[in-house]
């Protein structure tokens, strides 16, 4: 993901992205507790996840490192003793527009095969016209799970929060059709409209109609209401990852849930409301022509488009062989 960052928190990353040997060895095995909201957060329907600690509060009595250069104490995420708590706010008063959505950079950018496991991520923006409170991090290092995130405990005035919403759907779906232009390589380079491709949005099912083959997943945040165990598991959901930023995330086993080579439509769409079997909320996130832009990332990939009229997004990705 590449939004969100102030410049000084850019600046910090350059400055501290250096290696301790030793250290994360040493963190190997030891118990892991959840991240911290560091950069601020909409509730676009007033639902809101479960965060550590209070609101525009810092309580960092845990495990730190002091970078020798600048001699700034950086407190570890996931430590029971360090946890903080950026702002967040209600949006449920009035329609949350959406200023950007940013697709996970390596579906931008990488053709993927069949026996892949893909991580997609989507995370919704909004520019604020008044700044919301979050924390300064610094990535310290690591790579993939073994990422080490930070805070100095630093307050700042963000001019972007990140936007929740409890009625975001994720589906997954096979396509018939080849929906970009392909350069020799057969890489996409650009994408086809859905009207010359013969697919439509149905509103009911949440689905693309017309040349689309089987669907993989379909499933919606608030699904999760009242459930638990291994179902629970299964249901779409948002997180709040390292650098302290909500985000939708979704692994895809593609060896395991696959309909053979092609490409595959992932859209992240807004329902209208909830299911009958839940309590009522109504849907306050939208995607807004003139307002709503895609967070363009590096090309080799999926093309992410905007359908404002039936408030979703989509990539397609292309899966090959090997």
Do not use: H
């Amino acid at each position: 993901m590449r939004f969100g960052k102030t410049k000084l928190v850019m600046m910090l990353l350059v400055a501290i992205c250096i290696c301790v040997p030793g250290l994360l060895s040493a963190k190997k095995g030891e118990e892991s507790f959840g991240n911290n909201l560091s950069l601020p957060v909409i509730w676009a329907e007033g639902k809101a996840l479960d965060m550590r600690g209070v609101a525009m509060q810092a309580t960092l009595d845990g495990p730190s490192w002091t970078d020798p250069e600048t001699n700034v104490k950086w407190y570890y995420q996931q430590e029971e003793l360090n946890y903080w708590q950026a702002e967040s706010a209600d949006g449920s008063g009035g329609p949350v527009n959406v200023s950007w959505i940013d697709w996970g950079d390596n579906l931008e950018a990488q053709i993927w095969t069949i026996r892949s496991i893909v991580r997609t991520e989507v995370v919704l923006f909004q520019d604020l016209a008044t700044p919301m409170t979050g924390y300064e991090m610094a990535y310290l290092w690591g790579d993939g799970i073994e990422e080490v995130w930070a805070t100095n405990g630093n307050q700042y005035d963000s001019n972007q929060a990140t936007v929740f919403s409890w009625l975001a759907r994720y589906t997954v779906q096979k396509l018939d059709v080849v929906p970009y232009t392909e350069d020799a390589e057969g890489v996409p380079v650009a994408a086809l409209s859905n009207e010359d491709l013969g697919l439509s949005w149905n509103t009911t099912t949440r689905e693309w109609e017309g040349p689309v083959g089987v669907t993989l997943y379909n499933s919606a945040v608030w699904e999760a209401e009242g459930v638990d165990g291994k179902t629970l598991s299964e249901i779409y959901s948002a997180e709040l990852n390292v650098p302290g930023k909500v985000i939708y995330g979704w692994n895809w086993n593609v060896k395991r849930n696959n309909d053979g080579t092609g490409y595959y439509r992932i859209t992240f769409s807004l329902d209208p409301q909830t299911g009958p079997d839940k309590t009522p909320v109504n849907c306050n996130t939208f995607f807004t022509d003139g307002t709503t832009q895609i967070l363009p990332g590096n090309p080799g990939g999926g093309i992410p488009q905007i359908d404002y009229g039936n408030n979703l997004t989509y990539i397609d990705l292309k899966i090959i062989a090997r």
